[in-house]
């Protein structure tokens, strides 16, 4: 299937790497125009914005945990662009440890990024979708969220909660043609778990039907497909990109 995304515009959060890196990529080469949000910048999206200089991205720095923050975004964003088609919430962090052990202050970022700052960015996403009659919202969460992982209760109630939002925020948008879903990737092999010792990493892989971690471009794939006009009787859905997890 091929897409043609020339007349929409499409925020990606943590847009420039990882997940995000590869979906922001597929709706540019598929003629979206691209806004791809980070907290820090930094090397990695100053290399990005130079590799794809000659297609329409713009990178916008802040924290979508902050909601004046979130707020200013698309105020600036509203005078640059007249409409918003796609919302990608892919910014996404972790910071493992057993409960006991957890410190609350790891608790709470994990919580604030992952989860309330995909209710920040969608909220004011729906003001500008509802105008128009249209809009795509994917999260991206994960089956640790389903699943729960040892190590992760913060991460997998931050994922579970992006779930419920979804499957509620769907319901309240449907008659609007705006779609909600979720994309659950397993592993993929990002920076996200770039720490993973390697005795991990293996014993992860053996739990994978696949027997292998997945690519980011082998999620940007289905986030096309629900961003894309064909997909428009898809609401409220969970899809799992696993392996077989």
Known sequence: MKFDFSDYTVIVTGGTRGIGKAASEAFLKNGAKVVATCVNGGKSADEFKAAWSNYPLEIFKFDVADYAAVEKFYAEFDQK???LQVLVNCAGIRKDAITGMMNPNDWNK???TNLTG???MSKFALMRMMSS?????????SPS???GFAGQCNYAAAKAGQVAFSKSLSKETAKRSITVNCI???FIDTDLIADLSEELRNEYKSQVP???FGKPEEVASPILFLASREASYITGAVLEVTGGL
Not at 133 to 141: D, L, Q, V
């Open 81 to 83: 662009y007249p409409s």
């Open 110 to 112: 994990v919580i604030s």
């Open 133 to 141: 009659k249209f809009g795509r919202i994917i999260s991206i969460t």
């Open 145 to 147: 969220g389903r699943i």
């Open 184 to 186: 659950s990737p397993g």
């Open 118 to 120: 995909t209710f920040n």
């Open 210 to 212: 696949a027997k292998r």
